[in-house]
């Protein structure tokens, strides 16, 4: 073989490895920023669930504080 051809050949291979090794890397790079965002999401789930229960105790305090104005109001007339 002619030495130009070697050496292409070794170039190619020496760049298809390099482009390899950085798409791995790439790969692990995005799934571990797609775990952290999962782990984000539930954390998000988890505080949701938490304001949903403190928004219904509101709700209800503010619907009993309604019928006892109401229910004063309807007293006094």
Request: avoid cysteine; proline fraction near 0%.
């Given at each position: 073989?002619?030495?130009?051809?070697?050496?292409?050949?070794?170039?190619t291979?020496?760049?298809?490895?390099?482009?390899?090794?950085?798409?791995?890397?790439?790969?692990?790079?995005?799934?571990?920023?797609?775990?952290?965002?999962?782990?984000?999401?539930?954390?998000?789930?988890?505080?949701?669930?938490?304001?949903?229960?403190?928004?219904?105790?509101?709700?209800?305090?503010?619907?009993?504080?309604?019928e006892?104005?109401?229910?004063?109001?309807?007293?006094?007339?």
């Amino acid at each position: 073989m002619d030495m130009g051809v070697v050496s292409s050949l070794v170039g190619t291979v020496a760049v298809g490895a390099a482009l390899a090794t950085l798409i791995v890397r790439l790969i692990r790079g995005i799934e571990k920023q797609i775990d952290t965002l999962r782990d984000d999401v539930r954390e998000l789930r988890q505080e949701k669930a938490g304001l949903r229960d403190r928004v219904s105790r509101i709700e209800g305090l503010l619907e009993g504080l309604r019928e006892a104005i109401a229910g004063r109001h309807a007293a006094a007339d």
